[in-house]
Every structure is written in C-alpha cells, then in structure tokens.
C-alpha cells in the first residue's frame, strides 16, 4: 500500500472510529450524568449505593442476566473490562451483608460509594484521551498533506530560502561532478596492480592466491550462466533485500510486498528475469532512470535513482550475487598462506626469542592473545563488511543512525594530487549520494574466557604448567608447509588454499554489530583502547584517518572496468557493469521535457552492484597497506578509513601506500574528515588523571621532548560526529560548537513541525533522540565516566536552548492544552508507547543514567593494575623456574638449553612478547584490552512483588507491538510513571483497544521522518 494511500486510509478508519467513539462517548456521559443526579437524589447509604452499582453496569454496558429467580446477575467475560465485573460482583454480595449486617460501617460504605464515583470519572477520562488520541491522528494526517517532502512553507521564509539554495547549489554540483567524465590511465593501473600482486617479481604467494582468485571469477561467471537463475526463494530474498535498501519509494515497496504475497506473480516475474539474465550480454537500461533529491537528518540532500520496478529486482539479484562471491574470494586471498601478511610478528619455532622463552616458561600458545584478538577484529568485523556473507543478511539501519557532516567542500575542476591537502577545495559529495546500505559485518568484542573465569573465582594454572594445545591435524598429502590448515577456496570450485590456523578466528555471531553505526562505534571503542594501551606500554601512538572524496559520485568509469578487468571479469559480464555505470539520467522534478544524460561518473547510491564497484576498488587498497607496513591493518568501513600503530613509520608507510593508491585510482581524500595526531606517554607520568601528552598535526608538540610528525601524514584533526580527539587528554570530547549548530537546525525542524504533535515528536526522537546520541558516542569503558557525564550535560544544554523557560514535556503540555482544552496531562502519558494510548515521547537521559555507574572511571588506572599482576606473574614464574616446576614435554625443542639457563631471564625478556603469546595470569593484557572494550551493562529498575510479572508483561506486549526493543528502558518509563498511569485511568492503557486504529498508526509512524529543506 503506498503511502498516500496509507494515509487516506487511516484518515478514513480514524474518522469512522472517531464517529463510533463521540457516539459511545454521549451515550456514557449522558448514562452517567442522569445516574449522578439519581444518586444525590438518594438519602439513604446503602440505596445510594445500590443505585450506584445498578448504573455503572448500564454505563458501562455489563451484561447481566435472570439466573435462577435472581435478576441482574453479572455475565462473566460480558465486557471489555473483567476487573470491573468482579468489582461489581463483590460489592453486590457486600450490599446484601450490609443489608442485614450492622457492623458493615458507613465509612466502608463510603469508600465503596467513592470507587464507583471513580470508575465512572476514569472512563470520562479515558473517552477524553481516547478523543484527543484521534484529534492527534487527523491533525498529523493534515499537516503531512499540507507540508510536502521539499516544502517547507510552515517555517520560516529565511530558513525555507536558505535550504532551497543549499538543495539548489547541491543539484548543480552534482551533476557537474557526474555528466563530466575523469578519464584514469587503464595502463598505469595495470602496472601499478601488477606490482602489487606479486607480478613483476613479488611475492610468489601473492600471484598464486591472485591466480587463484581469478579462476574463481571464471567458475562464478560460469554459475551464473546456468539456466533457472531466478525462481519463488531467489526472488523472496532479493525482493526483501530490496524493500530494505532504502532505493525504492514507498509506492514501489509497498507493489513489492504485493509480489511477495502470490505465488503466481513470483513465477511470471521469475519467467522474465530469467529470460533477461540469459540476454545479459545484451542488458541495458530501457529508457530513461528517474532521479530525485532527499534531505536526510543530517542536513546532507542525496540523490535517489527510481527505476522500473523488474530493473530493480534483476540488478539487485546481479548485484548480491556478485558481493557474496566477492566476499568469499577476497576472504580467501587473504587467508592464503604468505600472500596477505600477517599483523603478528613472524616467529618461527627456531626463533632463538622463543625457545628462550619457552625454556623458562614452558609451552607458549599464540591464542588467545592480544595479537590474536587484534586480527580477529579485524578479520571478523572490517574486513570487507560492506560486502554480505550471504544473500539473507538484510539492512538494520535505524533511522537517524547518521554520522554527522563536518563541511561541504566545493567542487574541484580537475583531480589533484590526494596527499596535497592544502589544495583542496570544500565540497563533499557523499552528502548526495548515497552509499549502499549492506550490514556491517560482526562486532563487539567479547570478554575473554579466562577473564570470565577469574570474575567467578576461578583460579588459572600457574604459568609454569600451562597446558599444551591440541595440535592441528596434518595438511593433506602433497601440500607444501608445515602445520598449517587448508580450506576449500570456494563454493564454486575445488581448489584447496593453506593458510595459517593462528592467524584467522571469527568472533561470534552474538557479538556482532548489527548497524553500520554499531560498527563505527565499536571502532571508535577500539581506538581508544588501542590509544591507552601503547601510549601506557610502548610510549608512542599515531592515528591517521580520512575519507574519500565524494566516494559514490566520484568513482572513475575507467578505474572501475580496469580494476575488474584485471580481477578476470569476462568481455560479456564487462559490457553489462559499464551499462549499468552509464544510467540514462533524468531529475523527475523537471518535468517530462527535461533532458536524459548518461552518467560520465560515479555509481548509483543504495545499489548492491555499487557496493561492488566499491568494494574491488578498495581491496586493492587493503591489501597495499597490507604490504607496505608487513601487516598494519587499515581499518575501513566504505572509504571511511583509519590506521593507527604504535610504531610511527608504521603509519608513515601505510599513509604512503594510500596517497599513490589514491593518485594511481583518480581518487581524492576529504578534508574535511582527514587528520592525524601523535601521543606519546610522558615519562613519569600517575597512572590515573592525564598522562598524555600530544602532538597534533599541526606540528606544534607540547613543552618537553617534541613529538614530531613526519610531515608526508596528513594535517587536520581526529573526529568523528561530534567528537573530536582533545590533544592534551588523548580522549574523545564533544564538540559543543558543532553541537549548537545543529541545534539550531533542529529548531527550525521542530518549526516546520509545529502543526502536528505526532509530527512534533517523531522529528524530536529522531533528531534529539538517535542522532544526537548516536553521534555523540556509545559509553564505553575505554572513554571513561567523564564521557556519559558531558553527554547528560550536552541534552541539558539542548534542552535549555530550544526551551530557555522549560523542556519538551511542559511544552508538549502547553500545546496541547492550547489546542485541544485538555489540562493535568500526566507525564506518563508523553512517555507511554501509541500501541497503549501515549504518545512515545523518547528520553536521552534514561539510558545515560543507567550505564553511568558501570563505566570506568579512571580507565587509565586499570593498566596500572596491569603492571603490578605483570610483575607479579614474573615473580611467580621465577619461582616457579628456580623450584624446577617447568614443564618442557610440549616444547618445539625440549632439548634446547641456553648458554644462561641457570638463572631466570629478565623482566624485560619476559614482557618482551606479552602480546604475541597467551598469558593465563590473572588480570593479564588481554583481559585488560577486553576490559577497556566492553560496553556497559545497563543497571535496570528494581520491582518487588507481584508488579515483576504485570510490569514484563507489558514490556512484553510493548516490544511486541512497536518498533522499541530495549526492555531495560521500558522498564524505567513503567516504573517511573506508571503508578501516576494506573491511578489516572485505572491501569496503563490509555486508550481501550479497538476503539482507535492504534496498529496503523505504528506502522504509518515507522516511516522516514520528512525533513524540510
């Protein structure tokens, strides 16, 4: 159903319900009104309240019935309401005691009297609120018929200008940056890959692991030229990964789901695809591709393609195949053994460090460790997550989870040289195209067994007797190495791949984010760890970061049919990718007469076949830092990129390898999200308060020893939404200027609401709500107690701002007792989910204040601890040593004595490698590191008693019904308000069920918020 007529539907069943509901509504209050003045009539106690029970039940139309010569008994089920049947019941047998009875007193007679009195005035309430709930329901149907998408004529006529010019000037570069080619150099590309993989003499494993990459590409090619490509289960997967892409318009979405529903449809689609991929040599767009501008939260306008709906289908299947198997065979490059290099130092059992090591200490494991937990991260979570694992994974993006704009730098004429940043000129076009939308690959970092163990008082083993490992079954016959595994390259081919069991895990499933946004935050996670831990025990961190430049938009037509062309691409599957770059384009805004151009640039926005455009492009990125810095992980999600290292070079050299990446590929970096700090620990510094000192990119290091930055890395600073690096901490701070910027443009948002208060706080929970706090930073232990504190303080200046006088709740109040007459709203009520009558207000402190006390307030300090369980564990291992307990039966080489093997080796010998190996004593680095990472767990609300069921059980129906999953904050908003709830209307419903289309207006609500602009 589209979404217009969506609206004319729930107008037309709120309007027939509201209708129902005034009638019922006279009916009552004019059943109660005669049945008040009957009983003031009524002199005598227990008449009055005969007369009383008599009329509730006419009131509220309880059924009664003549049972045995006993007239007016009460039906069990008879009404909407058992608990006042019950009510009713009892106090019939109570009158008839009373009746004989003279010890029942008046007093008891009078509360009974007075909770009549009370239902009857709750239901009156309830009929207002029910009314009001309706009036909301029409008004915010009006004003999204009044207030198109692109028109913001409720605002005012200054902000309505400067967003037309802003979409204006938007439109017009991007097209100039889209109709105007950039022609790459094909030759230099090829050389330049050539190089990379092992072609022009390196790396024999690289050229393997490329061939055998290629030959994949051709069994895939082969695959997909089998006959049946598309039948009823493809086109259900494909259909709902495009339902979710964010490409469609709701009117197309909604056909979709029309498709999904019969059977027969699917088969006659499936017919026509299936002759149209056997046809693929000869596909083209058929016609011209309507375009169209959308203003998101950010203030960012992207730009939208609305082709027809079978094209959609068949590129969207194309393209989900094609970035399954490019997932897998770049998964597989990188696992074959020597090709991708590995982030651990190479330590071969012959390495003398080691069997001195293994000598003094025993059998060494290379997992679980902090090298290990690095690459699995890394392997598991950023590793080409654009791209999905399989055709089911789908979009969980919510709305408002945008990361927020720096600046919108102008367009260039001509490409420069990526590393000179000095020439860039400010405009960014990633603000208009938007990028594919595939979830991000795993996430969030477990805490480690061992450390879950010692939580629960579980004791490790000595260092001295640790446990030998199971060791890996041998490689099959005729395949060279020693001790490594092998795995079957593909799903579409037989070849078997070595790689090297330590350098590969998954984290697992449950740990996975499941955003984009989850997955920039746990990087954000990551980076602060990694900040505290080498700054603490190596002395010196650097960061570089950016983002490519107009990425979606920008691409070169030329480099994308040359890095595919060197992968194995075909002629055939060639010719289809450069018709599908060149879409005939037309902006539907201009009417039938506007001119059709073929797109010279770029990819469309929301396309999976432009993810993987994308993403072959920035696999050979990868994989140059890879070689240039023997193993530096890039940790990239899209071209939002970040590489970090104890070791300065290290970063020097990746920086290196991304600027002649980016010059040989005819790509450039944003500078407005490109910059790089250097922190080194000062020498003496506590373990607790700041003991950092920093040295931005600017160059201008503090007093003391400089810290110098090699000047090839980058200028600008370290951000990301609204936090920025604070060069004197080391930590992440939010930038109250940007901040107050944006709440400036939430001001005039909320303004261009005004005429709806469903509209009102829609805008308000996604603005104030998801994107503040998205952008803001998830609490973390790694960013410490101070980080929730200035983000509990940041919603208050909000708040004081857009309410100088008062807040959003008594706002909301004001409003709607200036336009609807009604006064005493109970906060609850602002606060309580539609499904149950309220308005679903969201509040950003709830979640703040239950995390706070569970985060770190010194993170530094637990690295303190850290060396002293160090220095312990040495102490215990020198004992250990001197009293002959170590165990060498699992040693590579038990034989091996050193030439100092009668006195214990030194500290700094035995924290040499505590990175690389497992260290099983308590409170060693990897605990730490999974300490620094863990996110918090909200401290919930304590219920007694009997409320613990009744309390679930909304929330249960809550979650069910609406779109709000976190349980702990339902919880809150019950128990905070819901005792005010139960005493106003007699419970936590607001409104009775049924009597408004409640559903339809969640599912009408779920929809994206309409930004004026």
Not at 144 to 169: G, L, Y
Not at 344 to 357: A, C, F, W
Not at 662 to 674: E, F, H
Not at 813 to 834: A, M, S, V
């Amino acid at each position: 159903m589209s979404s217009s007529v969506f609206s004319e539907t729930l107008q037309a069943i709120t309007t027939t319900k509201l209708r129902e509901l005034s009638k019922k509504r006279v009916i009552f209050e004019d059943s109660k009104s005669t049945l008040i003045s009957a009983a003031k009539l009524e002199q005598n106690q227990q008449q009055r309240l005969r007369i009383l029970v008599d009329g509730v039940k006419q009131c509220f139309a309880v059924k009664t019935a003549n049972r045995r010569g006993r007239s007016g008994r009460i039906i069990c089920g008879g009404s909407n309401d058992p608990d006042l049947e019950v009510m009713l019941k009892n106090l019939e047998r109570f009158l008839e005691q009373a009746r004989f009875d003279p010890t029942v007193s008046p007093k008891l007679l009078g509360d009974w009297e007075e909770s009549l009195l009370k239902k009857l005035n709750i239901q009156s309430l309830r009929f207002q609120y029910a009314t009001l709930y309706g009036e909301l329901v029409n008004e915010w149907l009006r004003a999204e018929k009044v207030v198109p998408a692109d028109d913001a004529s409720t605002a005012s006529e200054s902000f309505e200008k400067i967003n037309r010019a802003e979409r204006d000037e938007s439109r017009a570069n991007w097209e100039k940056l889209v109709f105007e080619p950039l022609e790459t150099d094909p030759k230099a590309i090829s050389e330049y890959l050539q190089v990379l993989f092992g072609m022009d003499g390196g790396t024999p494993q690289s050229l393997k692991a490329l061939k055998a990459l290629r030959k994949s590409v051709e069994d895939f090619e082969t695959s997909l030229s089998t006959p049946g490509q598309f039948n009823d289960e493809v086109l259900r997967w494909t259909i709902n990964g495009l339902v979710g892409s964010g490409l469609l318009s709701d009117e197309k979405r909604a056909v979709l789901k029309d498709f999904l529903a019969s059977s027969v449809i699917l088969a006659e689609v499936a017919d026509v695809l299936n002759m149209r991929i056997a046809a693929i040599s000869t596909w083209s767009w058929e016609g011209e591709v309507p375009v169209e501008q959308r203003r998101h939260v950010t203030g960012a306008y992207h730009v939208y393609i609305d082709e027809e709906l079978l094209q959609a289908i068949f590129l969207q299947f194309i393209g989900v195949k094609w970035s399954v198997f490019f997932k897998e065979a770049f998964t597989n490059f990188s696992n074959y053994e020597g090709a991708w290099a590995s982030l651990r130092t190479p330590l071969s059992n012959n390495d003398i460090g080691v069997k001195r090591r293994e000598y003094f200490l025993g059998h060494q494991r290379k997992k679980p460790s902090v090298q290990g937990k690095r690459q699995e991260i890394y392997k598991s979570i950023f590793f080409m997550s654009q791209l999905p694992n399989s055709p089911f994974e789908g979009s969980t993006a919510v709305e408002g989870e945008e990361e927020v704009e720096y600046a919108r730098p102008k367009i260039r004429s001509k490409r420069v040289t990526s590393s000179r940043q000095d020439q860039f000129t400010d405009f960014d076009f990633d603000t208009f195209d938007m990028q594919p939308q595939f979830p991000a690959m795993p996430v969030q970092s477990a805490m480690p067994q061992q450390h879950l163990q010692q939580q629960n008082g579980m004791q490790q083993q000595p260092v001295s007797m640790q446990i030998a490992p199971q060791m890996p079954p041998p490689p099959p016959a005729g395949y060279p190495g020693n001790g490594v595994y092998y795995r079957k390259a593909s799903s579409h081919q037989s070849i078997l791949i070595p790689f090297n069991s330590d350098e590969y895990d998954t984290v697992p499933d449950n740990q996975k984010p499941k955003t984009k946004m989850e997955t920039k935050q746990y990087l954000l996670h990551l980076l602060s760890t990694e900040l505290l831990i080498n700054t603490r025990l190596h002395g010196d961190f650097t960061c570089s970061r950016s983002e490519f430049y107009s990425w979606s938009p920008s691409l070169p037509h030329s480099t994308i049919t040359s890095i595919l062309t060197f992968f194995g691409l075909s002629k055939k599957w060639l010719g289809f990718f450069r018709a599908f770059l060149e879409a005939p384009l037309k902006f539907t805004e201009d009417g039938p007469s506007a001119e059709t151009r073929p797109r010279k640039r770029g990819v469309p926005g929301a396309h999976a076949l432009s993810s993987v455009c994308g993403e072959t492009i920035l696999f050979c990125m990868d994989y140059a830092v890879n070689q240039a810095t023997n193993g530096t992980n890039l940790y990239r999600m899209n071209d939002d990129f970040w590489v970090f290292d104890k070791n300065h070079e290290t970063v020097v050299k990746a920086w290196a390898a991304i600027t002649r990446f980016a010059d040989t590929m005819g790509v450039t970096l944003n500078n407005g999200k490109t910059g790089t700090v250097r922190i080194l620990h000062e020498p003496g510094s506590p373990s607790t308060g700041n003991p950092f000192r920093t040295s931005p990119s600017t160059s201008q290091a503090s007093a003391g020893v400089p810290a110098s930055i090699d000047p090839s890395l980058p200028a600008g600073e370290i951000r990301w939404g609204f936090l920025i690096m604070d060069p004197l901490s080391g930590q992440f701070v939010i930038d109250q200027d940007m901040v107050s910027t944006h709440v400036a443009e939430l001001q005039a948002q909320l303004s261009s609401k005004s005429t709806s208060i469903f509209s009102y706080i829609q805008a308000w929970n996604t603005y104030a709500g998801t994107f503040f706090s998205s952008n803001f930073g998830k609490p973390a232990n790694c960013f410490g107690r101070q980080h929730v504190d200035e983000m509990l303080s940041t919603f208050t200046r909000i708040q004081d701002i857009i309410f100088p006088s008062s807040n959003v709740v008594q706002h909301l109040k004001r409003e709607i007792e200036t336009r609807f007459g009604i006064t005493d709203i109970p906060d609850g009520y602002l606060y309580f989910p539609t499904s149950l009558g309220g308005l679903d207000l969201q509040n950003p402190f709830i979640g703040l204040i239950q995390v706070r006390d569970g985060v770190f307030e010194s993170p530094s300090s637990i690295l303190s601890d850290f060396l002293d369980s160090e220095r312990e564990a040495y102490r215990q291992a020198s004992i250990s040593f001197n009293n002959g307990l170590v165990s060498r039966y699992s040693n590579f080489d038990p034989n091996f004595i050193p030439h100092d093997g009668n006195v214990f080796f030194s500290f700094e010998e035995f924290a040499r490698y505590r990175e690389e190996f497992a260290c099983d004593y308590t409170g060693n680095l990897l605990s730490v590191f999974g300490d620094l990472m863990g996110r918090p767990e909200k401290e919930g609300i304590d219920v007694m008693g009997d409320e613990v069921a009744k309390i679930e059980g909304l929330v249960r129906e809550w979650i069910k019904g609406g779109k709000a999953t976190d349980a702990g904050y339902l919880k809150w908003v019950v128990k905070l308000f819901g005792e005010e709830m139960r005493e106003r209307f007699g419970g936590w419903n607001v409104v009775e069920k049924g009597l408004l289309p409640m559903g339809m207006v969640e599912l009408f609500r779920s929809g994206r918020v309409k930004w004026q602009g």
